[in-house]
């Protein structure tokens, strides 16, 4: 196997082989082969190189597999859905006085725009913050 600074060193020197001087095309020969014996190896393991099939890797992960999100009334049609919570807390005069961490859930939640579901933890956190305003006139 050859080591990345050969194998940098080799490109750099196939690209001299299209000179159109003999003497450079031949020096360039032998420089490569002088590196290739220095790594033990020779031609053939370049040739192996160059037909070897290229580790294929995707330039960006592939989506994660999607959950179909239900079709979702708005908020305020269901009383008994955290989403209302979350729309009552998010429109809250005292939402500004919640601590940032809470203010940044229920944000990120409402840019979600009302779809997929909460995991229980969530609708906890939401009751919790809801119970911490609940005295205020919404």
């Known amino acids: ?3 990345s600074e050969s194998k940098t060193r080799i490109a ?3 690209r001299l082989l299209g000179s159109d001087q003999d003497g450079e095309v031949l020096a360039t020969v032998h420089a490569i082969k002088r590196i290739l014996q220095s790594e033990k190896a020779d031609l053939h393991d370049i040739a192996k190189l160059i037909e070897a099939k290229p580790i294929q890797t995707p330039k960006t992960p592939p989506p994660p597999p999607s959950r179909p999100s239900p079709s979702r009334p708005s908020p305020r049609d269901r009383p008994d859905d955290p989403w209302f919570l979350i729309d009552l807390i998010f429109e809250s005069d005292k939402f500004i006085n919640l ?3 809470d203010r940044e859930f229920i944000t990120k939640l409402v840019s979600q725009n009302y779809q997929g579901f909460l995991s229980e933890k969530q609708i906890l956190w939401v009751d919790d ?3 911490r305003i609940i005295g205020v006139q919404i």
Do not use: N
Request: charge should be positive; proline fraction near 0%; glycine fraction near 0%.
């Open 1 to 3: 196997m050859l080591s």
């Open 99 to 101: 601590r940032a961490k």
């Open 12 to 14: 750099q020197l196939i």
């Open 129 to 131: 913050i809801f119970h």
